[in-house]
C-alpha cells in the first residue's frame, strides 16, 4: 500500500522558515518525481516544486522560486521542502505527490500570521 505522509506544517510569523517532510512506503521512491503542491483557503491547487527521481534536477513555481528548497533522501525514502521568508500568501495545505500517479499525501497545514 503506497503511504505518504507529510509533516512539518504549522504557524509562523512572516519571514520565518518552516521544513516540510514527506515519509513515502509502499512503493520504489527512488523511481519515481516528486512534486510539493498546496491548496490555498478558497482556491484550486497549486504546483509549488518538483523533483526528478535522483535529485538532480528541480523546479519551482515563479511564486516560490528562490525562497523554497525542494530536496530527496531516497535512502530515508523521504521528500522535503525548506520554505524561508514566508509570506501570508504561502498559506495552504501543502501536499506531496507522486508524479504521474494518482498517490498524494493528507497535506499538512502552513499558516503563516502574525
Known amino acids: 500500500e503506497v503511504q505518504l505522509v507529510e509533516s512539518g506544517g504549522g504557524l509562523v510569523q512572516p519571514g520565518g522558515s518552516l521544513r516540510l517532510s514527506c515519509a513515502a512506503s509502499g512503493f520504489t521512491f527512488s523511481n519515481y518525481a516528486m512534486s510539493w503542491v498546496r491548496q490555498a483557503p478558497g482556491k484550486g491547487l497549486e504546483w509549488v516544486s518538483g523533483i526528478n527521481s535522483g535529485g538532480g534536477s528541480t523546479s519551482y513555481a515563479d511564486s516560490v522560486k528562490g525562497r523554497f528548497t525542494i530536496s530527496r533522501d531516497n535512502a530515508k525514502m523521504t521528500l522535503y521542502l525548506q520554505m524561508n521568508t514566508l509570506k501570508p500568501e504561502d498559506t495552504a495545505v501543502y501536499y506531496c505527490?507522486?508524479?504521474?500517479?494518482?498517490?498524494w499525501g493528507q497535506g499538512t497545514q502552513v499558516t503563516v500570521s502574525s
Open positions: 505527490h507522486v508524479e504521474g500517479s494518482g498517490f
